[in-house]
């Protein structure tokens, strides 16, 4: 109860905030600590930028205060972490003042990486020193950036830290004990309380933003409390793995979607911008409030997840954990697809909330968990003799996890669940086979860094992912036969083109009795998969030979398009006997003698 005194980080943060807002700094001309508006926030007025200062004041009083009490020793990985984040807040306020350049920002993280590595903190779920360094290294600086990056809405990054920051308490005084991520979790979660009131304001401005000071702070302290709790636990379990990626899985996602993006388009990663998933559920009709309280939810929920089977520390719940936890990730990324697409169809009610919970990932979710199981099962009673021997067994159950994991992270990342698999082709299949058989290695080295295989045979990876592939293959392919055996009526007909006439052609046959759009060929890539006026776009014009077939019709609506591309369509409707009609759509004035009729 003692490291209860972190409770000072609180007052300590408000009043330091307090006291800065009727400051001469705390006006609109409060020198070079204001952020001016630009694009990269929503924000209308001059705003002062140095709620870091409230956030490292309350973050260092609770550390030092118990210290002073005798709550915690002053360790020196202790110590360490205030080092590194002090090092971090010193140089983040320096960017805050005279923006430091990307190269002096990355050069700050590795010299606090390295002063808490010094300091006695390290990974030790692996037993290669080097490899434990490296994995430490970009931990930090990894975990930094995201929250640098995440610090974009008001309230947000706070709050993620304070969610963060219970659920690495929870585990400090369960499942690992330890003083010092108690400390560090109550100071660093307090002191986000602190700032809090002045930053997420419903229905008012921010009266403050934390700025680079506070968010590299928060960032760095939240990744060195890993390595003070669960990963500097030799001979680990893939729960205790598992935790402070689950505790941070929305920042590191969000992070992760930034930055592919960013990198797609060409665009500087460190630079700010409106890309991020908060900006996308904003764009989609929610307020900066209910956005920042959904990803809080998401975070709560996945973060639940991780603690609940870290402390019951039983593989089966574990198992059922991965599941629940990807579920929801899929289903959460669902609810943006669904937003984006009502958004693309010129829906003008974006604003009502989508069901968070689309049965048809659900079923996809789960069926790809029991065809993992399936699988790897299968492929372990075909190469051991008999249920295997005891350490083999309990092999089999830690691999399972893991497996799970990276194999619903491989899906995700090949977009596997957000394919119209009603309509899949060899393109949808190659990408169901590489994310398989890319993560069936991945699954093998996460296993082995955490304990010995010894006489459990490597090769059952190799055999579970064929196996696996060909079930998800399987039950997809199911799922594409399925709508086609419940629908059997109306004319089939497919539209070329799906532009303004496109959709207006689309809606005048979905009011037509008799007469079944059954999807768009489009030029256009960033349209692919999805639904316009209900439609699915299926391809592009050179895949009409997959689509045209059975058809009783093809609508062309572009018939101004390239010669080249056309011929694509026509050839598939010659050699399948299917018509192809061009529509045009033409407007005509009307006589100057009936305007001035009508005018009279």
Partial sequence: MSAAVAIAAFPVAAVVLWTLLRSPLGGPSGGRLVAIPSGERWHERATPSFGGVGIFAGFSAGILLAIAVGAVDASSELLGVLAGSALLFAAGLADDLFDLSPIAKLGAQFGAAAIVLASGLSVEIVDNDVLATAIALVWLVGITNAFNLLDNMDGLAATLAAIACAYYALDAVTEHPDRVALVLALSLGLACAGFLPFNLRPGRAAAVFMGDSGS????????????????????????????????????????????????????????????????????????????????????????????????????????????????????????????????????????????????????????????????????????????????????????????????????????????????????????????????????LGLLAATRPLKEFPAEIFVVDALLCFVLVATSRLVLRALPQLRDRGGRRVLIVGAGRSGRSLARELQETAGERVIGFLDDNTRLRRRRIQGVIVIGDLADAGRFVPGLEEVLVSIPDAPVERLQHVLDACTGAGVPCRFVRRDTTVAPSSLVEAIAE
């Fill in 216 to 443: 590299q702070v928060l960032g760095f302290a939240l990744a060195a409390l890993a390595l003070s709790s669960s990963w500097k636990v030799a001979g680990t379990t893939v729960t205790t793995i598992l935790l402070p990626l689950l505790v941070l899985a929305v920042p590191i996602l969000d992070t992760t979607l930034v930055t592919v993006v960013r990198l797609l388009e060409r665009r500087p990663i460190h630079h700010g911008g409106r890309d991020h998933t908060s900006h996308r559920l904003v764009y989609y009709g929610m307020s900066e409030t209910k956005a920042v309280a959904l990803l809080a939810a998401v975070a709560t929920a996945i973060g639940a997840t991780g603690v609940a089977y870290n402390i019951l520390d039983e593989p089966r719940v574990t198992i059922v954990g991965v599941l629940l936890t990807f579920v929801l990730l899929v289903q959460f990324a669902s609810v943006l697809a669904d937003l984006e697409e009502r958004s693309r169809r010129g829906e003008e009610d974006v604003t009502a909330s989508p069901a968070l919970l689309q049965t048809r990932r659900l079923v996809e979710v789960v069926a790809d968990f029991a065809a993992i199981l399936a699988s790897f099962g299968a492929a372990y009673l075909l190469l051991v003799d008999g249920l295997g021997t005891g350490y083999q067994r309990q092999v089999f159950v830690a691999a399972l996890p893991i497996l799970l994991g990276t194999r619903y992270v491989a899906f995700v990342g090949f977009v596997v669940y957000r394919r119209i698999w009603r309509y899949a082709g060899a393109r949808d299949l190659a990408a169901l086979a590489a994310a398989t058989f890319v993560s069936a290695p991945i699954a």
